[in-house]
């Protein structure tokens, strides 16, 4: 069975800091990808990025980074020098390669206080 | 004009009642989903349709129906709506690759 889990319910943090956002994960496939999407308070869902389980490269885009870490299976988020744009509630997501049973975890919501 | 859009936004409807939740996309995509987010779940899967004729059960079907009447379009149904169906509805598409979901700006549904 598939499973992500999002440890942290909620974080808080103050404008500029760095903060990293777990996310495990757990599936018998050998093949899947891996998501991180994002939740404004305004309520429609963002798709951020997608990762498949071949390619561990770290990837940066701007002030967002993720680490995947096949061995330990995480798929971690950090922004760094947070805004207050930044706030949102953030869901990573797995799915297996040939089918589209995407399961999400519960969701980290960041608070980004100026 | 949103690639894809869900109507209605908001729904307060009574035990017992039919409803049905609307999703129309304009990206072309095969393949639509209906998902539901509640507190502390995340989102879960309800129903998902590969193209017109392919329709599968996602983890919580129970109590929901869906109709894929065409390409573009991909409702859901709750035959008899109560209480612990409330909830955000979102709607989603994505191409074979799965490049990443799109999802509807979602349904908010209210049973009482």
């Known amino acids: 069975a598939q499973k992500v889990t999002q440890a942290q319910t909620e974080i808080s943090v103050v404008e500029k800091e760095d903060v990293t956002l777990d996310c495990v994960y757990e599936?018998?496939?050998?093949?899947?990808?891996l998501f991180w999407y994002k939740q404004p308070p305004s309520g429609e869902l963002v798709f951020l990025i997608r990762r498949n389980s071949f390619d561990e490269q770290n990837e940066i885009s701007g002030r967002y980074s993720w680490n995947f870490q096949k061995s330990t299976s995480s798929f971690n988020f950090t922004i760094t020098a947070s805004q207050v744009v930044d706030s949102a509630v953030y869901f990573c997501?797995?799915?297996?390669?040939?089918?589209?049973?995407?399961?999400f975890g519960a969701g980290t919501r960041l608070t980004v206080k100026p | 004009d949103a690639d894809v859009t869900q109507t209605p936004r908001n729904r307060i409807t009574k035990t017992g009642k039919r409803i049905m939740l609307e999703c129309s996309q304009t990206k072309g995509h095969d393949r639509m989903y209906w998902y539901r987010q509640d507190p502390g779940l995340g989102l879960r899967l309800i129903y998902y349709?590969?193209?017109?004729?392919?329709?599968n059960k996602g983890e919580i079907s129970d109590g929901y129906s869906v109709s894929r009447q065409a390409q573009a379009k991909f409702s859901l149904s709750l035959e008899s709506a109560i209480p612990n169906q409330t909830a955000l509805y979102f709607c989603?598409?994505?191409?074979?690759?799965?490049?990443?979901?799109?999802f509807g700006s979602g349904t908010r549904l209210t049973v009482v």
């Open positions: 997501a797995l799915s297996p390669y040939n089918n589209n049973d995407m399961r």
């Open positions: 599936t018998r496939d050998t093949t899947y990808y």
């Open positions: 349709s590969f193209d017109v004729k392919d329709i």
């Open positions: 989603a598409t994505s191409d074979f690759d799965m490049r990443g979901y799109t």
